[in-house]
């Protein structure tokens, strides 16, 4: 099926823009409120839909729907929830390109990189796929006399997912598909800037035969966050976006007593060393930098140059540079816009202060040339040198195409200022001495290392997640992590009666 033929199924409203509607119990719903936001498409600037804002009302509704359809789907057997898993893992794989073409026309990532988030999300259906396997207990037989013990998985109820604008499917599919295998119901709230991935996704699984109330999708801000967390009918939230506000949802959400997993922003270094492949090391700096304009959470935003490899990296890194296109991600561009005007300012203004803290400006991104609209949201991709601890550009997150790099004499250096740093998701070390890359494995506080890799993104059967700032929980995503997540274990403890053990006994029970 075409993306556009999708899109029509958007219901109009009266300012002649689609809206984006609700997905609860298995079809479209408007909602009882009037508020709704816009969407645009940040390679035009132009507003292309309009999304519905939930009330409390309508989550109401939401977790009502869920709700009733979670007791029949618990209750559906391994066999019935997997099938339905084969067949949506079918259709994904099938239709990946529409997908990709609704995520570039709302995000503006190039049409290749967005079909990476959409493989690297069917990975984890991949892996959801093997829930039979996953949930199986243990059986201890015999504990005492006639006496056996075992343990069960089972789901918790209503799952929230909710998510940023920088994944709009790889993220939910982080969670959904291995809360749904588990036989959970889930209600995602997707960012509000790109919504429109996860109706498709909605679709795809009512064509898969996910039975109706499942799979629950509310559009929003914070009013439908809140009550997702405050909502006594929600179990469990997983939750995807920026620190202050995965902060703000462990909290809130934890008081409510939910389980709750709070993935949040980055900062995200990479270490080279005097003796990494400086060719190596350049390509990697560009590609995880400057990949989607720099929106994602485990981009490199600062490169690490130890000792006296600083100048020639970055004048390996600028020549790079200089060969990126820049323009709409449909039309064959390495670098889409960013996601807003107001994101694309601020970005902006990061350029401004680097120069007045004493910072080198070696690239200008806004000085590049682009090929699309003027009216996008464009900024070239910028390089700065001499970067200290202390300016703006190292200490906040800019999610956006500026790369610093910051100078140091030696390698412990260079760990003391990935470890003081207070996020802790992704970090890269370039070497080719094993036994310093096995030392930075080991001593660096962070939750994702690559060596040689810039970007560590777990394959899903391993589970995702930072430390320190850049997650609030237990639980990372995916992997084991994320099946422990969406069950709880039970064990239980039988014994079938022999008329001899009969008989009244107060004491504590015993195995004999
Ligand atoms: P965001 O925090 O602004 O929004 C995330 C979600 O929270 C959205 O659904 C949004 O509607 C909602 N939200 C926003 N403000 C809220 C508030 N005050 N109260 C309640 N809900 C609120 O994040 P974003 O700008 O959409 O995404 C970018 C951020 O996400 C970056 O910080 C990036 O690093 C982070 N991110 C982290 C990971 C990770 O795995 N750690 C992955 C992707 C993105």
Same mark, same amino acid.
């Given at each position: 099926m075409s993306h556009d033929t999708r899109a029509t199924k958007l219901v109009p409203v009266s300012d002649a823009l689609p809206l984006v509607s609700h997905w609860i119990d298995g079809k479209l719903v408007e909602g009882?409120? *009037?508020?709704?936001? @816009?969407?645009?498409?940040?390679?035009? /600037?132009?507003?292309?839909?309009?999304?519905? %804002?939930?009330?409390?009302?309508?989550?109401?509704?939401?977790?009502?729907?869920?709700?009733?359809?979670?007791?029949?789907?618990?209750?559906?057997?391994?066999? @019935?929830?997997?099938?339905?898993? %084969?067949?949506?893992? $079918?259709?994904l794989q099938l239709r990946a390109d529409d997908l990709?073409? +609704? +995520?570039?026309? @709302?995000?503006?990532? !190039?049409?290749?990189?967005?079909l990476g988030e959409v493989t690297r999300g069917l990975e984890v259906v991949d892996f959801a796929c093997g829930m039979p396997h996953l949930l199986k207990g243990s059986f201890s037989e015999g504990v005492s006399t006639r006496v056996d013990v075992y343990s069960i998985r089972q789901p918790l109820g209503v799952a929230a997912i909710i998510s940023p604008f920088n994944f709009p499917a790889m993220v939910p599919c982080w969670f959904f598909p291995i809360a749904i295998g588990a036989g959970n119901a889930v209600i995602v709230k997707p960012s509000e800037k790109d919504p429109s991935a996860a109706n498709w996704l909605a679709e795809l699984w009512a064509e898969a035969?996910?039975?109706?109330?499942?799979?629950?999708?509310v559009h929003g801000d914070k009013v439908a966050v809140d009550a997702l967390l405050e909502h006594p009918g929600v179990r469990s939230v997983s939750f995807v976006g920026s620190t202050p506000?995965?902060?703000?949802?462990? $909290?809130? *959400?934890?008081? *409510?007593?939910?389980?709750?997993?709070a993935l949040g922003g980055a900062k995200n270094h990479m270490v080279v060393l005097p003796d990494a492949d400086l060719d190596l090391a350049a390509d990697a700096a560009v590609n995880a930098g400057f990949g989607s304009a720099g929106e994602r959470c485990m981009a490199i935003s600062a490169v690490v140059a130890v000792g006296a490899v600083a100048d020639q990296l970055v004048a390996k890194i600028a020549e790079r540079v200089a060969g990126l296109r820049v323009g709409d991600g449909r039309e064959g561009a390495d670098m889409g816009p960013l996601i807003t005007r107001a994101?694309?300012?601020?970005?902006?203004?990061?350029?401004?202060? /680097?120069?007045?803290?004493?910072?080198?400006?070696?690239?200008?991104?806004r000085t590049r040339d682009f090929?699309?609209?003027?009216? #996008? %949201?464009?900024?070239?991709?910028?390089?700065?040198?001499?970067?200290?601890?202390?300016?703006?550009?190292?200490?906040?997150e800019i999610l956006g195409p500026v790369l610093s790099v910051v100078r140091v004499d030696t390698y412990?250096?260079?760990?003391?200022?990935? !470890?003081?740093?207070?996020? #802790? !998701?992704?970090?890269?070390?370039?070497?080719?001495?094993?036994? *310093?890359?096995?030392?930075?494995?080991?001593?660096? @506080?962070? /939750?994702?290392? /690559?060596?040689?890799?810039? +970007?560590?993104?777990?394959?899903?059967?391993?589970?995702?997640?930072?430390?320190?700032?850049?997650?609030?929980?237990?639980s990372h995503a995916h992997g084991l992590d994320g099946v422990h997540f969406f069950t709880r274990t039970k064990v239980v403890t039988s014994r079938w009666l022999d008329p001899s053990h009969g008989g009244v006994d107060l004491g504590f029970p015993q195995n004999e």
């Amino acid at each position: 099926m075409s993306h556009d033929t999708r899109a029509t199924k958007l219901v109009p409203v009266s300012d002649a823009l689609p809206l984006v509607s609700h997905w609860i119990d298995g079809k479209l719903v408007e909602g009882a409120s *009037a508020r709704t936001g @816009e969407v645009f498409d940040p390679a035009t /600037g132009r507003v292309t839909k309009r999304v519905a %804002f939930a009330s409390v009302a309508d989550v109401d509704t939401a977790v009502a729907a869920a709700t009733g359809a979670f007791a029949a789907w618990r209750s559906s057997s391994l066999a @019935e929830r997997t099938k339905v898993l %084969f067949r949506f893992r $079918e259709l994904l794989q099938l239709r990946a390109d529409d997908l990709a073409a +609704i +995520i570039t026309s @709302e995000h503006g990532k !190039n049409l290749g990189d967005a079909l990476g988030e959409v493989t690297r999300g069917l990975e984890v259906v991949d892996f959801a796929c093997g829930m039979p396997h996953l949930l199986k207990g243990s059986f201890s037989e015999g504990v005492s006399t006639r006496v056996d013990v075992y343990s069960i998985r089972q789901p918790l109820g209503v799952a929230a997912i909710i998510s940023p604008f920088n994944f709009p499917a790889m993220v939910p599919c982080w969670f959904f598909p291995i809360a749904i295998g588990a036989g959970n119901a889930v209600i995602v709230k997707p960012s509000e800037k790109d919504p429109s991935a996860a109706n498709w996704l909605a679709e795809l699984w009512a064509e898969a035969g996910l039975p109706a109330g499942v799979f629950n999708v509310v559009h929003g801000d914070k009013v439908a966050v809140d009550a997702l967390l405050e909502h006594p009918g929600v179990r469990s939230v997983s939750f995807v976006g920026s620190t202050p506000v995965a902060r703000y949802v462990y $909290e809130t *959400a934890t008081r *409510a007593g939910k389980r709750v997993q709070a993935l949040g922003g980055a900062k995200n270094h990479m270490v080279v060393l005097p003796d990494a492949d400086l060719d190596l090391a350049a390509d990697a700096a560009v590609n995880a930098g400057f990949g989607s304009a720099g929106e994602r959470c485990m981009a490199i935003s600062a490169v690490v140059a130890v000792g006296a490899v600083a100048d020639q990296l970055v004048a390996k890194i600028a020549e790079r540079v200089a060969g990126l296109r820049v323009g709409d991600g449909r039309e064959g561009a390495d670098m889409g816009p960013l996601i807003t005007r107001a994101h694309l300012d601020r970005v902006s203004s990061y350029l401004d202060s /680097g120069v007045d803290a004493g910072a080198e400006l070696v690239v200008d991104g806004r000085t590049r040339d682009f090929d699309g609209d003027p009216e #996008g %949201f464009w900024l070239g991709p910028t390089l700065f040198d001499r970067v200290t601890p202390d300016m703006s550009l190292y200490t906040d997150e800019i999610l956006g195409p500026v790369l610093s790099v910051v100078r140091v004499d030696t390698y412990d250096d260079a760990l003391t200022l990935v !470890n003081t740093n207070p996020y #802790g !998701n992704g970090t890269a070390i370039f070497t080719n001495d094993g036994g *310093a890359a096995r030392r930075f494995q080991n001593e660096v @506080e962070v /939750g994702m290392v /690559g060596v040689n890799v810039p +970007i560590p993104v777990p394959v899903a059967y391993y589970s995702f997640g930072g430390w320190k700032h850049s997650l609030f929980g237990d639980s990372h995503a995916h992997g084991l992590d994320g099946v422990h997540f969406f069950t709880r274990t039970k064990v239980v403890t039988s014994r079938w009666l022999d008329p001899s053990h009969g008989g009244v006994d107060l004491g504590f029970p015993q195995n004999e």
